[in-house]
């Protein structure tokens, strides 16, 4: 079952037996369930811990078995149909985003070539010179699934969670893939096992600005700005917190599955965690080496070879899925326009300075040094120039609200005086009166009268 250390390419796909075609499809779908599974279980007791309280620790050691018992009583369940749902769209709305999650992970390589069943086959379902638009479109269709889900319920609430479902995945769409295109600029291609192997690194040195340097392997220290954004981008793109908007509890009740119950309710669930799998999945891909061993375990000459990368494959990915429960336990859900501000405002406009600069040092890599030095180190002087001598914008002080009134322009609303005082209350004039006796002259004798 073990094999010599190789990398994949894409002639190595498509020889395939059909029973071994099968392993690897079951293997992914597998993979995805019951990383779903263990995510779930994962996520209730990091944040316990966070929380100080113990979490799932009943069901089965370590409450492994909760989930599982989870997933079984919200099968039997009763399952609620809307009346005013439009009944097809609804019951497959969830199978949607089922699907394209699971589907993304026919790109994703596990490890490298090994044996099975000693037939030579990479550790990977199948592999194509675009697979990373393969794993953007399956991302972007997944979507449908939570739209036509509010859609179809005939509610309120589930139709506004699903709006903001396709407003956020618009916002963050165009910096996800943006963020990939420094990948696609220093690897060379958009396969992945391609990228995988452009990742392999302590083997070659990169000049930049005419300075020989040490390339790492990981995209993710070579290409950081391009990492940071795509993380970020794609945990809005899963909908977890703090960018969990389109099912906001505090204003949408559940949002777009606000209507589901039962079975239906469960596989949006595992839609969101496989998603999540997914995408910490192809951030490995992307930026961390893939199946690649971390130094210092690159040191030993076996750890790339055989069945011992898809250890560390899992180990990254759970690294990640880590990540994402933090952020969970740690930060307040953003508000909607500081989320569409960030996206639009801060994301894309950093996403498109980065590929420029890229773009730059890739161009002048086969230039003189000191040209590249020049052509480098002016637009550097030119915008260290505009931060330093921009005129700053002060703050012009706060009028008075007689200068707002004095200022006021012909033809307004007339105003009354600003010294006008308003009376008292009838109320308040009797609750005064009651505690106060009134005086109406000297004490008369009812005799006298």
Do not use: H
């Amino acid at each position: 079952m073990n094999g010599l250390a190789q990398d994949p390419t894409l002639s190595d796909f498509g020889q395939d037996p059909w029973w071994l075609i099968l392993i690897k499809v079951l293997f992914a779908f597998v993979f995805g369930l019951v990383g779903t599974l263990l995510g779930v279980w994962f996520e209730r007791r990091v944040v316990g811990r966070m929380q100080v309280r113990p979490g799932p620790n009943q069901a089965g050691p370590f409450g492994l078995l909760q989930t599982l018992a989870d997933g079984l009583k919200m099968a039997f369940k009763e399952d609620i149909l809307p009346k005013a749902s439009d009944k097809v769209v609804y019951f497959f709305a969830p199978t949607i985003s089922v699907i394209c999650a699971v589907t993304a992970l026919s790109v994703i390589p596990f490890g490298p070539m090994v044996s099975i069943f000693g037939t030579r086959t990479p550790l990977q379902v199948t592999d194509v010179p675009v697979a990373v638009l393969v794993l953007l479109a399956c991302s972007s269709m997944g979507v449908y699934g939570l739209v036509l889900g509010g859609w179809a319920s005939g509610s309120t609430y589930p139709l506004l969670g699903g709006l903001r479902s396709t407003a956020q995945v618009i916002s963050y769409e165009i910096a996800l893939g943006l963020s990939v295109v420094g990948v696609f600029m220093t690897a060379g291609t958009m396969s992945t096992s391609g990228i995988v192997a452009a990742q392999s690194g302590g083997d070659r040195v990169t000049s930049i600005a005419g300075f020989d340097l040490y390339a790492p392997g990981w995209y993710a220290i070579l290409l950081l700005p391009s990492f940071i954004i795509f993380f970020i981008a794609a945990v809005a793109e899963t909908n977890r917190a703090p960018f969990d908007l389109p099912e906001a509890e505090s204003e949408l009740v559940a949002g777009y599955m606000t209507e589901y119950s039962s079975l239906k309710f469960a596989l949006f669930m595992l839609s969101e965690y496989v998603a999540m799998v997914t995408m910490s999945a192809v951030t490995v891909t992307l930026f961390l080496g893939g199946w690649r061993a971390p130094w210092p375990i690159s040191i030993w000459d076996g750890a790339n070879s055989g069945w011992w990368p898809m250890l560390w494959f899992m180990g990254k990915v759970i690294a990640l899925v880590f990540v994402f429960v933090w952020l969970r336990g740690t930060l307040p859900r953003l508000r909607y326009d500081q989320f569409m501000r960030f996206g639009w405002k801060v994301l894309l406009p950093i996403n498109l300075l980065w590929i420029l600069a890229l773009g730059g040092i890739r161009v002048t890599s086969g230039w003189e040094r000191n040209d590249r030095l020049v052509a480098i180190g002016i637009p550097v002087a030119i915008l260290l120039a505009v931060v330093i001598f921009w005129p700053s914008r002060r703050q012009q002080p706060t009028p008075t609200l007689q200068e707002q009134v004095d200022t006021r322009p012909p033809g307004s609303f007339p105003l009354p005086p600003m010294d006008l005082q308003v009376p008292p209350s009838p109320r308040a004039k009797r609750a005064v009166a009651e505690r106060e006796p009134a005086q109406v002259g000297p004490a008369t004798d009812d005799k006298e009268v």
